[in-house]
């Protein structure tokens, strides 16, 4: 897959959804051809937006290839989603490396189970978030709070920690795609962790908290109760907004 990619030089944008990147297969799946090659075309020097998301194992190799020379590249918008514990490094060490050059970043976890943070709580160990000095949007990939789903009290347990490395004076806009059902839902996540974080100087340019997905037949208790429990507990003027489209 690399040695693919670099070969379009032009490359301005580049999404890949439930492809296999990783290095490891399994008995009976094909084998990658060329592993030995040494690619030596540098990136698109173009390349403006990655999304890596839905089922894709994240290889070592593809990340390290793009930021392989040290300030080759800038990417302004990122979205890495279903990050799992074998991702967890590398994926960490990318966006330490390009990281001053993103202004927009989407992050979601693929864990082992529903009842397990395995994806979550190996990233939150390792990753270094400092570089990312411009970032002005920050998405959370799916957060499953709905009642039936069994890993409901953990499917946001990467999002404060998240907040609390982060040291971004430009941003303006942090957005949360939910699976919920009834406002009460939103008590699985941990806002008592969350808003002291974002009461700190680390926000002070905060504009925006928007929610996304949120049922219609719920819109307007969600947005009652997030006045409530959120907005009010905030010591800036942040305006939360709520959307029944992701």
Same mark, same amino acid.
Request: with cysteine; hydrophobic share 40%; aromatic share 8%.
């Given at each position: 897959?690399?040695?693919?990619?670099? +070969?379009?030089?032009?490359?301005?944008?580049?999404?890949?959804?439930?492809?296999?990147?990783? $290095?490891?297969?399994?008995?009976?799946?094909?084998?990658?051809?060329?592993?030995? *090659?040494?690619?030596?075309?540098?990136?698109?020097?173009?390349?403006?937006?990655?999304?890596?998301?839905?089922?894709?194992?994240?290889?070592?190799e593809f990340l390290t290839?793009?930021?392989?020379?040290?300030?080759?590249?800038?990417?302004?918008?990122? =979205?890495?989603?279903?990050?799992? &514990?074998?991702?967890?490094?590398? &994926?960490? +060490?990318?966006? #330490?490396?390009?990281?001053?050059?993103?202004?927009?970043?989407?992050?979601?976890?693929?864990?082992?189970?529903?009842?397990?943070?395995?994806?979550?709580?190996?990233?939150?160990?390792?990753?270094?978030?400092?570089?990312?000095? $411009?970032? =002005?949007?920050?998405?959370?990939?799916?957060?499953?709070?709905?009642? *039936?789903?069994?890993?409901?009290?953990?499917?946001?347990?990467?999002?404060?920690?998240?907040?609390?490395?982060?040291?971004?004076?430009?941003?303006?806009?942090?957005?949360?795609? &939910?699976?919920m059902e009834e406002a009460?839902?939103?008590?699985?996540?941990?806002?008592?962790?969350? &808003?002291?974080?974002? $009461?700190?100087?680390?926000?002070?340019?905060?504009?925006?908290?928007?929610?996304?997905? *949120?049922?219609?037949?719920?819109?307007?208790?969600?947005?009652?109760?997030?006045? =409530?429990?959120? +907005? +009010?507990?905030?010591?800036? $003027?942040?305006? *939360?907004?709520?959307?029944?489209? #992701?």
């Amino acid at each position: 897959m690399t040695e693919l990619v670099s +070969r379009c030089t032009n490359l301005e944008t580049l999404v890949l959804r439930y492809i296999y990147l990783g $290095n490891d297969v399994g008995d009976g799946a094909p084998q990658a051809q060329g592993d030995d *090659i040494v690619i030596t075309t540098p990136p698109s020097r173009f390349l403006q937006s990655l999304s890596l998301q839905h089922g894709i194992a994240i290889s070592a190799e593809f990340l390290t290839w793009l930021c392989a020379t040290p300030g080759s590249i800038k990417i302004p918008s990122v =979205e890495l989603e279903g990050i799992s &514990v074998k991702d967890a490094h590398h &994926v960490s +060490r990318f966006l #330490y490396d390009v990281g001053q050059t993103i202004t927009g970043l989407t992050i979601g976890f693929s864990d082992s189970s529903s009842g397990s943070t395995d994806g979550q709580d190996a990233f939150c160990r390792v990753a270094d978030l400092t570089t990312l000095t $411009n970032l =002005e949007t920050l998405r959370f990939g799916l957060l499953a709070i709905y009642p *039936i789903y069994t890993g409901r009290g953990l499917s946001a347990k990467h999002v404060p920690p998240i907040l609390a490395k982060l040291n971004s004076p430009c941003l303006k806009e942090i957005l949360f795609h &939910v699976s919920m059902e009834e406002a009460a839902d939103f008590e699985m996540i941990d806002w008592g962790s969350i &808003v002291p974080t974002l $009461n700190g100087s680390s926000y002070s340019a905060l504009e925006l908290l928007w929610f996304r997905s *949120i049922r219609e037949n719920a819109l307007e208790e969600t947005k009652t109760w997030l006045d =409530e429990h959120v +907005r +009010r507990t905030l010591k800036r $003027n942040v305006e *939360i907004r709520c959307a029944t489209w #992701y």
